[in-house]
């Protein structure tokens, strides 16, 4: 959810832009990272862990704990904390296999 | 591409910054790295008004004091600086810092003098759930709120009651979050007193000598277990509580990024006090390798205020070491180690007290 | 107790309390530092010079509350929004707080806020008198709230009593 006014800051934002998430298409803004994008629509889980598939989401949004890694415009492992989103970007969850 | 400069900083937050500052419009070539698409580091979060005294910019908002650096550094001639570039590696024979800029270029950095200026990174708790989407670090919620104006959850539990803890719910209320509790372990409010202040008359209930258990949910965040610590830090069995909410940011402390100081092969040290591996230096931010020196939390996690300091003293020692001092660099040399001493003397001041009498070393010249 | 608690109980303030008689001579400072850190920009925002000079950047501020007359410079320069002027006969039946606030929505003049105290706990409600803004620091807004005499030692923030649709 995005925040409309603020008491101290002013939020400029960059272009708006589209870009699909497992083939979905989304809304954003080209100045913020990817996992911001997605959060800021809604989607919370990035990507799943390697053994036990356990969901995972942002953590530290600095580019330091690799719990954003997601595959962007066929590359793997792209750190969705720090990448800026672009317009008709590819972002695909790594690793979706369902077991648990 | 080969790049050569006379002084490489590595880092362009605060402390970065100030050593840039002390060294803009001298003879020295000067390059700066800093990863992010801009400069400020963790200023450019803070919305709240910094203490210390008038030189360390007190009574200004962080994230003005960031622009303002960044303005004066960026303005001088001499100081080259890079952003997106990471410093990935020192390469000891070859003595160069292999650079990676934009994810796709690669540099190979020669310098004279180095000063490593790399920030902190947050730790973690260990708790069952502990990595379920919803839990954060303290940094991450300012990161989302105060720079891209998204909120993290509608309803928040802090972990936590240092500075960060603090701070951080203050800035949820003021982005319009509800801030359910913050939970410390210890028997007592680690931060300000006046920071806690400020969020105890809003509303926000503070409880000691609390842990979390658990962090239960599905695909996220849905609840937490927390259970009480007795006088030893043991969980009480019988205290458990469980709390709905959607978000828990863990603000428990940092850790220095010194991963290029130990490539450096710079004498080091694991000071707890300090936040954890930290270098060797002398009062002039210089280790035990003659070419490198350090600022800011990566020589021991404090506040920006010490960062700034550290910064300016390091560029000065650096500069000296090249024999190319600015004007009036013994007076501003003498006011930050004044300064700096000013700011660890009080009480607050005793736990870095301690961890530097671990570290620091007569002259490394 | 302070450190446990994270507010303070009247009697940690000292020598920072406004005696009774002072209390009645109309609004003061009252400065809620009690912890040393290093911090000092109240000392020079006093025009009075009623905020003694710091020996050290560690010490808590010490206030002359004879030569403060309420005016509340200092309460946007403190870091911690730990200043507040209290003027217990600001009008016959009415006492008077000037607090620093900078939330949304910005109350308005007027309005009838809910009154909080130091633990957060609701103990009244009282009117918005002034809303005040200063060059140096225009987001933090001093608001002056019109209270129940009994209250000004104990008000610290305010809630507004209508919800705002977020």
Redesign the interface.
């Known amino acids: 959810m995005r925040i ?5 800051l002013e939020f400029h934002k960059g272009k708006a832009v589209t870009f699909t998430v497992d083939g979905r298409k989304y809304e954003a803004y080209d100045d913020e990272p990817i996992a911001v994008a997605l959060y800021a629509n809604g989607i919370t889980t990035l990507s799943y862990s390697l053994k036990y598939h356990r969901p995972r989401g942002v953590f530290c949004c600095i580019g330091n704990c690799s719990s954003c890694l997601m595959k962007v415009n066929g590359i793997p492992n792209v750190r969705t904390c720090t990448q800026r989103v672009r317009q008709d970007m590819v972002i695909e969850t790594q690793d979706k296999g369902a077991t648990k | 591409m080969r790049i050569d400069c006379d002084v490489l900083i590595i880092g362009g937050g605060p402390a970065g910054l100030c050593a840039a500052k002390t060294l803009c419009n001298t003879g020295l070539k000067v390059l700066m790295l800093e990863r992010d698409p801009f400069l400020g580091g963790q200023l450019v979060k803070q919305t ?7 030189e360390q910019y ?2 200004t ?1 962080g994230f003005e004091i960031g622009k303002l650096l960044t303005e004066e550094v960026t303005s001088a001639s001499n100081v080259t600086v890079m952003l997106e570039t990471t410093a990935s590696g020192f390469y000891l024979e070859e003595n160069f810092i292999l650079a990676l800029e934009k994810e796709k270029i690669l540099h190979q950095v020669h310098f004279k003098k180095v000063i490593v200026a790399t920030g902190a990174s947050e730790k973690s708790l260990l708790f069952e759930g502990n990595d379920l989407p919803g839990i954060y670090g303290a940094g991450a919620v300012q990161t989302l709120m105060n720079l891209y104006g998204v909120l993290p959850g509608q309803d928040i539990v802090m972990v936590g ?1 240092g500075n960060i803890g603090l701070i951080v719910s203050y800035q949820l ?2 982005a ?1 979050v509800k801030v359910k509790a913050i939970i410390e372990a210890a ?3 680690g931060g ?15 409880y ?1 000598q609390t842990t979390i258990k658990r962090a239960i949910g599905q695909s996220k965040l849905e609840k937490i277990e927390t259970i009480c610590l007795d006088a030893n830090w043991q969980m009480v069995p019988g205290t458990e509580k469980t709390m709905t909410c959607d978000t828990l940011c863990l603000a428990v402390g940092l850790a220095p990024m010194s991963e290029l100081l130990w490539q450096f092969q710079c004498d080091m040290q694991y000071v707890s006090e300090l936040g954890g591996y930290v270098a060797k230096r002398d009062s002039h931010m210089q280790t035990t390798h003659p070419g490198v020196f350090i600022a800011g939390d990566v020589s021991g996690v404090e506040e920006a ?1 010490s960062a700034m300091l550290e910064g300016t003293i390091a560029g000065l020692s650096a500069a000296a070491s090249l024999h190319q001092s600015p004007e009036s660099a013994d007076q501003l040399m003498k006011a930050s180690l004044d ?1 700096l001493e ?2 660890h ?5 005793e736990k870095i007290r301690s961890g530097l009498s671990k570290v620091e070393v007569k002259s490394c010249m | 107790m ?7 109980e009247l009697e940690e303030l000292g020598e920072r309390m406004p005696s009774k008689e002072r209390l009645e001579q109309g609004p003061v400072a009252v400065l ?10 109240c000392q ?1 925002a006093c025009a009075r010079k009623a905020i003694q000079p710091f020996q ?3 010490d808590t501020p010490v206030i002359n509350m004879d030569l403060c007359n309420g005016c509340g410079n200092c309460i946007s ?6 200043i507040f002027v209290v003027w217990k006969n600001y009008r016959e039946q009415h006492g008077l707080i000037k607090l620093p606030y ?5 109350p308005e003049e007027g309005e009838t806020v809910s009154l ?5 706990e609701m103990i009244g409600s009282g009117k918005v008198v002034k809303v005040q803004q200063t060059k ?2 225009p ?2 807004r001093i608001i002056w709230v019109e209270i129940p005499k009994e209250l000004v030692m104990e008000v ?2 305010i ?1 507004r009593s209508k919800q705002d649709d ?1």
């Open positions: 409309k006014d603020h008491p101290i | 709240h008004l910094f203490f210390g005294s008038k007190a009574g908002r009651s209320l003021q319009g028997p007592v409010v300000y007193f006046v920071h806690a202040a400020k969020v105890r008359r809003m509303g926000i209930p503070i000691t205020s300064f000013g700011m003397l009080g009480p607050i001041g | 302070y450190v446990k608690n994270g507010y303070l809620e530092c009690i912890q040393p850190i290093p911090c000092n920009p020079e050290s950047i560690n320069v403190c870091p911690g929004l730990a900078e939330l949304l929505p910005i909080m105290d130091r633990k957060g140096h620091n987001k933090s610290r923030h809630i977020k």
